[in-house]
């Protein structure tokens, strides 16, 4: 075949263009590191990732396009094309796996070692790429299966021609997104958070400094915001507005029902404590009842809402499982010799999942034993099939992840009960089994979908496997370290603590000395003993402390994830990460392990997700709303709305213009979910871009305008937000 010569689409089983070539899976790895980064930061934000397949492959359409001119080269083919999207959808499946679950080592009090995030990530997406294989076929060939983000995918590829127009609305995205956090989260222009809270605030003059209280008002404890960043926007305007709403449902019950009914009642006995509440309520904040008992409730709700999706899908199970099986039995015989057929063989298959265990069992991070890592490869097994299962049937943006993680973690703490294996490594090999189980069904769902998009532009299933392992280990490598980035950059070292100046517990050993980081080393370059308390002891609340040489608690550690403490001692804001996936892994690890679940809370929270399923509504992204923040899940039931309005307005303009009504194809690839794929990445971006900040003060002085967005107060901060809105609609109505 000439080089200039035209494919047909899909391409022959005896055409061979060039696809597995090195510039395409260059451009893969890069553009997979970038949406990994982006997913990772949006997973410990609000729990959620969207696909990131049709925006890689606009971009691989345009920057192939834009190189070939440029060094006078062939012009890519469309399995080229096939390849960059391949690997680059790698990164945003692996960060999703990673962030549910080993940030909870850190809520647990752990230290999370980049180097156990590496291999979890690795070996767990080789091991969702390598399960897949002998589903490949019977899935492929399922016309039940439709494969939605996977054909939509394909579409944008076979009209490559249009890659120049659609790719500069993803970049103009980008860049939007990119500085408009940039001047609102760097520079402070404005609030980040604008709030309503019930009775309003007022500033009370203390020995300490000024200190905002809040007045009871009509409905104690009630309070509205709105966390008005381009990526939370962007994320509402792509799962849509049902999706949105359910989750501003959620929000709405936690902050306007649940908090101000335990405030109402809890004030009625001011002296009265409830578990797990450390205060009686009646001086408890919003917060603090937040932490205390909604998040419990929320964990409940969640943990309830994945099983019931989970057992939705036991027939998807048992019949992905007969094909998967019989599969392994059938004769190839002459459709193996075609290139389309050629995939991965079974003996590659069988030795490297084998390696994997073996791997597992004898590395010193992985504190399970042979039987632990032959438990997790069943796991592994029977997920990776329901994920790729599910992600035909309603595509790998909505693929219930978490659900299946939490039934993963759920048998594999009940099994280590009954064997009395309840110990603090227990409770580590019970989340690495997690951890891995879940990458691998993350990579295994994207896996699916990208060889669905291959099957029908006429790829090679071999190279796209290749291709999404290699994509896999390089967005693995970045992902582990952007993890441990962001959390630094938001930790806290606090002196403004109930147990600084108390004396350590004789009894609890301390680990090494550490130093501070962040703006408090200015202050204080010695380095602490490590005090790490998985539970409180000696009136000593749970957590992290620094401990000075007469033994002596000198420093409270606020992690960034799951931390509490938002500003630091000197007034200076500090953005953490609610992590509501990972929360409850380490919610159910340390609960049944340690059998201190305060369960009558978890179980409300199962009744609500029962409520709810039995009023025919979706209870998991309910239950995530409940978990999360108003503030979070407001901006994107605003990005649902806006999606709605746009999507009737470009139905009306088709109309009048006498075209057919817009597809589901179209609607997947439109310009506004591709600029809203574009504000997801930018403003993720921007976010560890400023988290790096973080880790150099003076150069985030620099960019800081102080109190200017307090000065410009609520109300005026949503402008910005409300331009923001603007251009999104004006976009998406095109």
Known sequence: MSAGEALPIPVPPDRDPPELTRGPLVLGVILGVIFGASSIYLTLKVGLTVSASIPVAVLAITVLRALSSALRTRRATILENNTVQTAGSAGESIAFGVGVTMPALMILGYDMDVGRVMLVAILGSVLGVLLFSPMRRPMMADKALAFPEGTACAEVLKVGERGGATARTVFTGFFVGLFYKLAMAGAHLWKEVPTWVSGGAKTVVTPNGALTTHEPGVLPGGSVGAEISPELLGVGYIVGLRVGGIMLGGGVLSYLVLIPMIKFFGSAGPEALVFPGTKPIAAMSIDDIRNAYVLYIGAGAVAAGGIISMGRSLPTIVSSLRAGLSSLQGDKGQAAVLRTERELSM?????????????????????????????????????????????????????????????????????????????????????????????????????????????????????????????????????????????????????????????????????????????EALSDSASYRVLQLPKPRDGIPAGKYLVDEAGKIKYLVDPGINGRIKRRDDGTPVVKYDAPKASLMALITDGILTQQLPWVLVILGVMIAVTLELASVSALPFAVGVYLPLSASAPIFIGGLVRHFADRARQRQRAAAGLASESELEAESSPGVLMSSGLIAGGAIAGIGLALLALAPSVQHAINFGEAGAELGDLASLVPFGVLIFFLVLVARR
């Open 347 to 519: 003996k590659v298959v069988l030795l490297g999942a084998l390696g994997v265990i073996t791997a597992i069992s004898l590395s010193p991070f992985f504190p399970v034993g042979f039987l632990g890592a032959l438990l997790m490869a069943l796991f592994a097994f029977l997920f990776v099939t329901v994920s790729g299962r599910l992600t035909g049937e309603i595509g790998s943006s909505s693929n219930p992840i978490s659900g299946m993680t939490v039934a993963t973690l759920l048998l594999t703490c009940l099994i280590f009960l009954a064997a009395d294996w309840v110990g603090p490594e227990h409770r580590l090999g019970a989340l690495t089994i997690a951890g891995v189980v879940c990458v691998a069904a993350s990579v295994g769902g994207t896996t699916a979908q990208s060889l669905k998009t291959g099957a029908l532009i006429g790829a090679t299933p071999r190279r796209q496997q290749i291709a999404m392992i290699v994509g896999s280990a390089t967005s693995a490598l970045v992902i582990g370290f952007t993890l441990l980035l962001l959390n630094n950059a938001s930790t806290v070292f606090t002196l403004e603590h109930e147990a600084v100046g108390v004396l350590a517990p004789a009894d609890v050993p301390l680990g090494p000395p550490e130093p501070l980081r962040g703006p």
